[in-house]
Protein backbone atom coordinates (compact mmCIF):
# COMPACT_ATOMS: atom_id res chain seq x y z
CA UNK A 1 0.00 0.00 0.00
CA UNK A 2 1.47 3.16 -1.29
CA UNK A 3 0.75 5.77 2.03
CA UNK A 4 0.98 9.86 1.58
CA UNK A 5 3.80 12.15 3.48
CA UNK A 6 2.17 13.19 6.72
CA UNK A 7 3.14 15.54 10.09
CA UNK A 8 1.61 12.42 12.27
CA UNK A 9 2.27 8.89 12.28
CA UNK A 10 2.13 5.85 10.15
CA UNK A 11 2.60 2.74 11.43
CA UNK A 12 2.20 -0.35 9.67
CA UNK A 13 0.82 -3.67 10.99
CA UNK A 14 -0.56 -2.21 14.21
CA UNK A 15 -2.00 -4.50 17.03
CA UNK A 16 -4.73 -2.50 18.02
CA UNK A 17 -5.93 -4.52 21.55
CA UNK A 18 -3.82 -2.13 23.42
CA UNK A 19 -6.46 0.57 21.68
CA UNK A 20 -9.43 -0.54 22.73
CA UNK A 21 -11.02 -1.01 26.58
CA UNK A 22 -11.62 -4.53 25.95
CA UNK A 23 -7.88 -4.84 25.24
CA UNK A 24 -8.63 -7.80 22.16
CA UNK A 25 -8.21 -7.85 18.33
CA UNK A 26 -5.62 -8.06 15.70
CA UNK A 27 -3.57 -5.81 13.47
CA UNK A 28 -4.47 -2.75 11.29
CA UNK A 29 -2.80 -2.64 7.95
CA UNK A 30 -1.71 1.12 8.79
CA UNK A 31 -2.34 2.98 11.73
CA UNK A 32 -2.25 6.72 10.96
CA UNK A 33 -2.42 9.42 14.13
CA UNK A 34 -2.76 12.71 12.09
CA UNK A 35 -1.20 15.80 13.96
CA UNK A 36 -4.18 18.29 13.10
CA UNK A 37 -7.61 18.86 10.43
CA UNK A 38 -4.94 19.76 7.72
CA UNK A 39 -2.78 16.97 8.05
CA UNK A 40 -5.92 14.74 8.04
CA UNK A 41 -7.37 16.45 4.57
CA UNK A 42 -4.03 16.31 2.84
CA UNK A 43 -3.78 12.63 3.81
CA UNK A 44 -7.43 11.52 2.79
CA UNK A 45 -7.14 13.27 -0.10
CA UNK A 46 -4.07 11.96 -1.59
CA UNK A 47 -4.81 8.28 -0.25
CA UNK A 48 -5.62 5.85 -2.81
CA UNK A 49 -9.80 5.85 -2.97
CA UNK A 50 -10.24 2.12 -2.69
CA UNK A 51 -8.12 1.91 0.19
CA UNK A 52 -10.68 1.54 3.18
CA UNK A 53 -10.51 4.04 5.81
CA UNK A 54 -11.96 3.03 9.84
CA UNK A 55 -12.13 6.27 12.25
CA UNK A 56 -10.95 5.09 15.46
CA UNK A 57 -11.54 7.11 19.03
CA UNK A 58 -10.82 5.88 22.45
CA UNK A 59 -11.66 2.45 21.84
CA UNK A 60 -14.42 2.79 24.46
CA UNK A 61 -17.38 1.34 22.60
CA UNK A 62 -15.61 -1.30 20.12
CA UNK A 63 -14.57 -4.87 19.77
CA UNK A 64 -11.68 -5.60 17.32
CA UNK A 65 -11.98 -8.99 15.84
CA UNK A 66 -9.15 -11.25 15.83
CA UNK A 67 -8.30 -10.87 12.31
CA UNK A 68 -7.82 -6.83 12.75
CA UNK A 69 -8.45 -4.28 10.35
CA UNK A 70 -7.25 -4.12 6.49
CA UNK A 71 -6.89 -0.58 4.84
CA UNK A 72 -6.04 2.63 7.56
CA UNK A 73 -7.22 3.07 10.86
CA UNK A 74 -7.60 6.50 11.96
CA UNK A 75 -7.02 7.26 15.43
CA UNK A 76 -7.43 11.02 16.37
CA UNK A 77 -5.11 12.04 19.15
CA UNK A 78 -3.90 15.58 20.87
CA UNK A 79 -4.50 17.22 17.60
CA UNK A 80 -8.33 16.67 18.41
CA UNK A 81 -9.26 17.30 21.98
CA UNK A 82 -9.65 20.82 21.81
CA UNK A 83 -12.45 22.38 24.29
CA UNK A 84 -13.90 25.86 23.55
CA UNK A 85 -16.70 27.52 25.03
CA UNK A 86 -18.19 30.76 23.80
CA UNK A 87 -21.06 32.09 25.39
CA UNK A 88 -23.82 29.44 25.93
CA UNK A 89 -21.70 26.67 23.04
CA UNK A 90 -19.32 25.01 23.35
CA UNK A 91 -17.18 23.14 20.67
CA UNK A 92 -15.02 20.52 21.29
CA UNK A 93 -12.66 18.19 19.18
CA UNK A 94 -13.13 14.39 18.70
CA UNK A 95 -10.56 13.08 20.91
CA UNK A 96 -12.13 15.17 23.82
CA UNK A 97 -12.94 12.88 26.60
CA UNK A 98 -16.72 13.22 27.59
CA UNK A 99 -16.24 13.46 30.69
CA UNK A 100 -13.98 16.64 30.28
CA UNK A 101 -16.45 18.21 28.42
CA UNK A 102 -18.94 17.57 31.04
CA UNK A 103 -16.27 19.29 33.89
CA UNK A 104 -15.28 22.21 31.83
CA UNK A 105 -18.51 23.00 30.92
CA UNK A 106 -20.17 22.65 34.31
CA UNK A 107 -17.28 25.08 35.78
CA UNK A 108 -18.63 27.28 33.53
CA UNK A 109 -22.39 26.99 34.61
CA UNK A 110 -23.25 25.25 31.65
CA UNK A 111 -25.12 22.00 31.92
CA UNK A 112 -23.60 18.86 29.69
CA UNK A 113 -23.63 16.86 32.89
CA UNK A 114 -25.50 13.68 31.23
CA UNK A 115 -21.88 13.16 29.63
CA UNK A 116 -19.94 12.98 33.13
CA UNK A 117 -20.37 9.10 33.41
CA UNK A 118 -20.33 8.38 29.48
CA UNK A 119 -17.06 6.24 28.61
CA UNK A 120 -15.38 7.47 25.61
CA UNK A 121 -14.69 10.78 23.47
CA UNK A 122 -17.19 13.41 21.37
CA UNK A 123 -16.59 11.52 18.13
CA UNK A 124 -18.02 8.38 19.61
CA UNK A 125 -20.93 10.20 21.73
CA UNK A 126 -21.84 11.90 18.39
CA UNK A 127 -21.93 9.04 16.08
CA UNK A 128 -23.77 6.53 18.70
CA UNK A 129 -26.11 9.40 20.07
CA UNK A 130 -24.72 8.78 23.50
CA UNK A 131 -26.91 9.96 26.80
CA UNK A 132 -28.07 8.72 30.18
CA UNK A 133 -30.93 10.11 32.62
CA UNK A 134 -32.81 10.72 30.04
CA UNK A 135 -30.43 13.37 27.65
CA UNK A 136 -29.18 13.04 24.76
CA UNK A 137 -26.58 14.25 22.62
CA UNK A 138 -28.81 15.17 20.13
CA UNK A 139 -30.85 17.53 22.69
CA UNK A 140 -27.54 19.82 22.41
CA UNK A 141 -26.28 18.94 19.13
CA UNK A 142 -26.08 22.22 16.89
CA UNK A 143 -22.98 20.83 14.17
CA UNK A 144 -20.13 18.91 13.16
CA UNK A 145 -17.07 19.09 10.96
CA UNK A 146 -16.16 16.08 9.39
CA UNK A 147 -13.17 15.71 6.64
CA UNK A 148 -14.38 13.26 3.80
CA UNK A 149 -12.96 10.86 2.27
CA UNK A 150 -12.19 13.07 -0.76
CA UNK A 151 -10.50 15.22 1.84
CA UNK A 152 -13.05 18.09 1.82
CA UNK A 153 -14.12 19.68 5.11
CA UNK A 154 -17.79 20.10 5.14
CA UNK A 155 -20.05 21.47 8.37
CA UNK A 156 -23.26 18.51 9.27
CA UNK A 157 -26.17 19.35 10.65
CA UNK A 158 -28.35 17.35 12.95
CA UNK A 159 -30.63 16.49 9.84
CA UNK A 160 -27.47 15.49 8.01
CA UNK A 161 -26.64 12.93 10.55
CA UNK A 162 -30.03 11.75 10.97
CA UNK A 163 -29.80 10.90 15.19
CA UNK A 164 -31.65 8.30 16.54
CA UNK A 165 -31.20 6.07 19.77
CA UNK A 166 -27.78 5.20 20.12
CA UNK A 167 -26.70 5.80 16.09
CA UNK A 168 -26.43 8.72 13.49
CA UNK A 169 -25.48 8.73 10.20
CA UNK A 170 -22.45 9.33 8.57
CA UNK A 171 -21.03 8.27 5.23
CA UNK A 172 -18.27 6.00 4.39
CA UNK A 173 -15.06 6.78 5.19
CA UNK A 174 -15.90 10.16 6.56
CA UNK A 175 -14.35 11.52 9.82
CA UNK A 176 -15.45 13.84 12.29
CA UNK A 177 -13.06 16.17 13.94
CA UNK A 178 -15.30 18.13 15.92
CA UNK A 179 -18.85 19.09 17.70
CA UNK A 180 -20.59 22.14 18.63
CA UNK A 181 -23.02 21.93 21.38
CA UNK A 182 -25.84 24.26 23.01
CA UNK A 183 -25.62 24.10 26.34
CA UNK A 184 -28.44 25.24 29.20
CA UNK A 185 -27.59 27.36 31.92
CA UNK A 186 -27.00 26.31 35.31
CA UNK A 187 -25.05 26.89 38.63
CA UNK A 188 -21.94 25.31 38.47
CA UNK A 189 -21.91 24.28 42.03
CA UNK A 190 -25.05 22.55 41.87
CA UNK A 191 -23.44 21.01 38.24
CA UNK A 192 -20.94 19.75 39.88
CA UNK A 193 -22.65 18.32 42.89
CA UNK A 194 -25.18 16.55 40.11
CA UNK A 195 -21.99 14.83 38.14
CA UNK A 196 -20.51 13.79 41.73
CA UNK A 197 -24.30 11.95 42.48
CA UNK A 198 -23.99 10.32 39.07
CA UNK A 199 -20.36 8.87 39.58
CA UNK A 200 -21.41 7.46 43.21
CA UNK A 201 -24.71 5.92 41.38
CA UNK A 202 -22.34 4.74 38.61
CA UNK A 203 -19.79 3.35 40.69
CA UNK A 204 -22.62 1.08 42.96
CA UNK A 205 -24.52 -0.05 40.41
CA UNK A 206 -21.99 -0.99 37.32
CA UNK A 207 -18.38 -2.67 37.19
CA UNK A 208 -16.39 0.46 36.41
CA UNK A 209 -13.17 -1.41 37.55
CA UNK A 210 -13.43 -3.86 35.30
CA UNK A 211 -12.35 -4.61 31.40
CA UNK A 212 -15.79 -3.98 29.36
CA UNK A 213 -16.88 -1.66 26.80
CA UNK A 214 -19.89 -0.10 28.91
CA UNK A 215 -23.58 -1.37 27.76
CA UNK A 216 -23.33 -4.36 25.25
CA UNK A 217 -26.61 -4.04 23.93
CA UNK A 218 -29.35 -1.13 23.59
CA UNK A 219 -32.39 -0.70 25.86
CA UNK A 220 -35.01 -3.15 23.61
CA UNK A 221 -37.37 -0.25 23.76
CA UNK A 222 -39.21 2.21 21.75
CA UNK A 223 -37.64 5.63 20.60
CA UNK A 224 -38.50 9.03 18.51
CA UNK A 225 -36.40 9.78 15.16
CA UNK A 226 -34.99 12.40 17.44
CA UNK A 227 -33.43 9.21 19.94
CA UNK A 228 -35.50 10.60 22.84
CA UNK A 229 -37.19 7.60 24.77
CA UNK A 230 -40.59 6.40 24.38
CA UNK A 231 -41.09 5.92 28.05
CA UNK A 232 -44.62 3.59 27.02
CA UNK A 233 -41.91 0.70 26.19
CA UNK A 234 -39.34 0.85 28.84
CA UNK A 235 -37.72 -2.47 28.72
CA UNK A 236 -33.81 -2.48 29.94
CA UNK A 237 -31.22 -4.82 28.09
CA UNK A 238 -29.99 -6.20 31.67
CA UNK A 239 -33.36 -7.47 32.73
CA UNK A 240 -34.68 -9.42 29.33
CA UNK A 241 -30.60 -10.97 29.70
CA UNK A 242 -30.85 -11.47 33.63
CA UNK A 243 -34.44 -13.31 33.03
CA UNK A 244 -32.72 -15.78 30.31
CA UNK A 245 -30.50 -17.08 32.99
CA UNK A 246 -27.24 -15.07 31.36
CA UNK A 247 -26.21 -12.82 33.65
CA UNK A 248 -22.88 -14.62 34.43
CA UNK A 249 -22.51 -16.88 31.48
CA UNK A 250 -19.01 -17.48 30.28
CA UNK A 251 -17.31 -18.42 27.18
CA UNK A 252 -13.36 -18.67 27.66
CA UNK A 253 -12.36 -15.46 28.98
CA UNK A 254 -15.60 -13.80 28.22
CA UNK A 255 -17.99 -13.22 30.76
CA UNK A 256 -21.57 -11.41 31.23
CA UNK A 257 -20.53 -9.41 34.40
CA UNK A 258 -22.43 -10.95 37.84
CA UNK A 259 -22.93 -7.38 39.07
CA UNK A 260 -24.31 -6.07 35.55
CA UNK A 261 -25.91 -8.18 33.17
CA UNK A 262 -25.43 -5.93 30.15
CA UNK A 263 -21.57 -5.44 30.62
CA UNK A 264 -19.72 -7.89 28.30
CA UNK A 265 -16.03 -8.24 30.32
CA UNK A 266 -13.07 -9.96 29.52
CA UNK A 267 -11.86 -11.33 32.68
CA UNK A 268 -8.62 -11.51 31.51
CA UNK A 269 -7.49 -13.80 28.50
CA UNK A 270 -10.71 -13.01 26.47
CA UNK A 271 -10.20 -13.21 22.75
CA UNK A 272 -12.61 -11.03 20.35
CA UNK A 273 -14.37 -14.22 19.40
CA UNK A 274 -15.07 -15.25 23.01
CA UNK A 275 -16.75 -12.09 23.58
CA UNK A 276 -18.53 -11.48 20.63
CA UNK A 277 -19.51 -15.55 20.55
CA UNK A 278 -21.15 -15.02 24.03
CA UNK A 279 -22.88 -11.93 22.71
CA UNK A 280 -24.27 -14.01 20.05
CA UNK A 281 -25.14 -16.17 22.95
CA UNK A 282 -27.10 -14.41 24.94
CA UNK A 283 -29.23 -12.24 22.15
CA UNK A 284 -30.49 -16.30 20.70
CA UNK A 285 -30.76 -16.90 24.58
CA UNK A 286 -33.06 -13.93 24.85
CA UNK A 287 -34.95 -14.67 21.97
CA UNK A 288 -35.86 -17.96 22.68
CA UNK A 289 -36.90 -16.86 25.96
CA UNK A 290 -38.96 -13.73 25.64
CA UNK A 291 -39.38 -13.07 21.82
CA UNK A 292 -36.80 -9.96 22.05
CA UNK A 293 -33.92 -9.51 19.58
CA UNK A 294 -31.61 -7.55 21.38
CA UNK A 295 -29.39 -5.28 19.10
CA UNK A 296 -25.97 -4.87 20.02
CA UNK A 297 -24.21 -1.54 21.23
CA UNK A 298 -21.15 -2.33 21.34
CA UNK A 299 -19.46 -1.99 17.29
CA UNK A 300 -17.83 -5.00 16.12
CA UNK A 301 -15.07 -4.29 13.28
CA UNK A 302 -12.82 -6.34 11.25
CA UNK A 303 -12.12 -9.76 10.24
CA UNK A 304 -12.33 -13.03 11.97
CA UNK A 305 -9.48 -15.30 12.18
CA UNK A 306 -9.72 -18.80 10.77
CA UNK A 307 -11.13 -21.57 12.97
Known sequence: ??????????????????????????PADVLFQPADVDDLRAFLAALDPSVPVF????????????????GVVIRMGRGFNQIEIDGTRITAGVAALDAHVARKAAAEGLNLTFLRTIPGAIGGAVRMNAGCYGDYVADVFVSARAV?????????????????YRQSTLPEGWVLVDATFEAPKGDAQALEAKMAAQLA????TQPTKD??????FRNPAGFSSTGRADDSQDLKAWKVIEDAGMRGATR????????????????????????????????????????????????????????
Open 201 to 204: KRDE
Open 55 to 70: PMGVGSNLIVRDGGIR
Open 211 to 216: RTAGST
Open 1 to 26: MKLPEVRGTLTENRDLSSLTWMRVGG
Open 252 to 307: GGAQMNPMHANFLTNTGDATAADLEGLGEEVRKKVYETSGITLEWEIKRVGETTPD
Open 148 to 164: TRAGDLVTLTAEDLQFQ
